[in-house]
C-alpha cells in the first residue's frame, strides 16, 4: 500500500497513529533570489509552510493533522484551546476544525493589538469560534479546566498544540523536506533558521532531522519567554515525541541523546516581551518583500531577523545553504474582516479596536 505522508512512508508501523490530512502538502521550497544577492553569504532558501491551505496556512496545521485525528477517534466535538487575542494558533483552530465538523472555543489573554492581531481577533469570530478573555495564566488554566469537566464532549489542546501528537507533525515535515532533497527540488541544507514559539515545530523538525538523517544544524529563534521556549524544554518535547513513536514500532532508533548537538535556541531576537516588534524584525518584513514574501513581527520577522543577523555577524558562511523556514500563513484575511465590525464580538474585546483609534 503506497502510505500517504512521509513519516509513514519511512515507518510504516506507524500507521496505527491516528492522521488526518490538514494540509497542502509538500509546500514548496524555493531559493531567495533577492536576499542571497544582498546579504552576498551563502545560498538562501524558504520552505513556505505559509501555504500549507489557501483559507488559512501556517506551522500549526501540521500538528492538526495528527491532534484533530485524535479529537475524532475520541468522538470529540469540541476543542478548547489557549492563546492571546491575535493567536494564529487559534485561527487555524477556528478555520479547520470545523472542517471535521468540531467547535472551537478560545481561552484568550490580553496582547498589544498591532492590526494582524486585530485582524486575527475580527477572524476567530468570523470562523464562529466562541471567545472568552481572561485576566491571566492561572484564569485561563481554570476556565479550561472547569469547561473540560462540565462538557464531555470537550477535548483540551495545549497551547499552540505543542504536545508530543503534535510534535509529529514536524517530524513529518522533516521528512518531507528529505524527500524534496531526494528529488533535488533542494540543496540539503547546512543550517535551518525556524521559529520557537511553543516549540513543538522546532521539536518535531530536530526529531525528524535526525532520524532522516539529514546534516542540517537547527537554530531556533525564540520569540516567548526565555524561561519557557528553552533549549531544554524544546529537546523535552522532541524525546517525548520520541517515545511516542517508538511506543508504536520500537524499530525507531532512540536518538534522543543525538539531538542536543543540532540544535541552538537563541533568544536574542526576542525583544524582551511577547508580541513587541524590534528593529531586525522590522528590517526583514522589507527585505522578505522583495522576494513576494509576506512576514509579520510577532514571529517570521524576527526568524529571518535572525538569520540575517547572524549572515552579517559571518555565523553564516559563504558555501553554506541556508533555509528559512516560514510558518506563518500568508493568506489573504481582508474579504472576511471586511464582512466584520468588530461590535459583532463579544464586548469584552472591543476595547482592543478602540484603543487603536
Ligand atoms: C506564525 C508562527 N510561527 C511560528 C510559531 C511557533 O511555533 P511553535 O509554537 O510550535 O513553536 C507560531 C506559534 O507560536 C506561529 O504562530
Redesign the pocket.
Known amino acids: 500500500m503506497v502510505q500517504e505522508i512521509p513519516l509513514f512512508r519511512a515507518y510504516p508501523k506507524l500507521v496505527s497513529v491516528p492522521w488526518v490530512s490538514v494540509v497542502n502538502s509538500p509546500t514548496p521550497v524555493h531559493k531567495m533570489e533577492e536576499l542571497t544577492r544582498i546579504l552576498d553569504n551563502g545560498e538562501i532558501w524558504v520552505k513556505r509552510d505559509d501555504l500549507t491551505h489557501e483559507t488559512y496556512g501556517?506551522?500549526?496545521l501540521r500538528k492538526y493533522e495528527f491532534v484533530f485525528a485524535d479529537v475524532l477517534k475520541k468522538e470529540k466535538k469540541k476543542i478548547l484551546t489557549q492563546g492571546s487575542i491575535g493567536t494564529?494558533?487559534g485561527l487555524a483552530t477556528a478555520v479547520h476544525a470545523k472542517r471535521f465538523g468540531l467547535k472551537t472555543h478560545l481561552f484568550l489573554l490580553e496582547q498589544e493589538p498591532s492590526p494582524t492581531v486585530l485582524e486575527n481577533l475580527l477572524c476567530h469570530h468570523y470562523f464562529g469560534a466562541k471567545l472568552s478573555l481572561l485576566k491571566n495564566k492561572l484564569h485561563r488554566k481554570l476556565a479550561v479546566k472547569t469547561k473540560l469537566l462540565l462538557d464531555r464532549k470537550a477535548y483540551s489542546v495545549v497551547i499552540?498544540a505543542?504536545s508530543p501528537l503534535g510534535t509529529l507533525g514536524f517530524v513529518n515535515a522533516a521528512f518531507e523536506l528529505k524527500e524534496q532533497i531526494d528529488k533535488k527540488l533542494i540543496p540539503e541544507p547546512d543550517k535551518i533558521f525556524i521559529?520557537?514559539?511553543?516549540?513543538?515545530?522546532?521539536a518535531g523538525l530536530v526529531l525528524g532531522l535526525e532520524l532522516a538523517q539529514l546534516k542540517s544544524q537547527v537554530i531556533g529563534i525564540g520569540v516567548t519567554d526565555p524561561s519557557w521556549s528553552s533549549k531544554e524544554a524544546t529537546l523535552d518535547l522532541a524525546t517525548k515525541a520520541l517515545e511516542l513513536m517508538r511506543s508504536k514500532d520500537s524499530s525507531i532508533p532512540d536518538v534522543s541523546k543525538k539531538l542536543s548537538k543540532r540544535l541552538v535556541v537563541d533568544h536574542s531576537y526576542f525583544g524582551g516581551k511577547y508580541g513587541v516588534s524590534t528593529e531586525e524584525a522590522l528590517e526583514a518584513i522589507e527585505l522578505a518583500k522583495k522576494d513576494e514574501l509576506k512576514l509579520e513581527y510577532v514571529?517570521?520577522g524576527k526568524t529571518l531577523g535572525g538569520l540575517i543577523d547572524y549572515s552579517r555577524k559571518s555565523k553564516i558562511s559563504k558555501n553554506e545553504v541556508i533555509l528559512y523556514w516560514n510558518?506563518?500563513s500568508s493568506a489573504d484575511l481582508t474579504p472576511y474582516v471586511k464582512e466584520m465590525k468588530y461590535q459583532d464580538l463579544p464586548k469584552k474585546f472591543h476595547k482592543f479596536f478602540e484603543e487603536v483609534q
Open positions: 501556517g506551522n500549526k494564529n494558533h499552540g505543542s521559529t520557537v514559539g511553543s516549540f513543538a515545530t522546532c514571529y517570521t510558518t506563518k
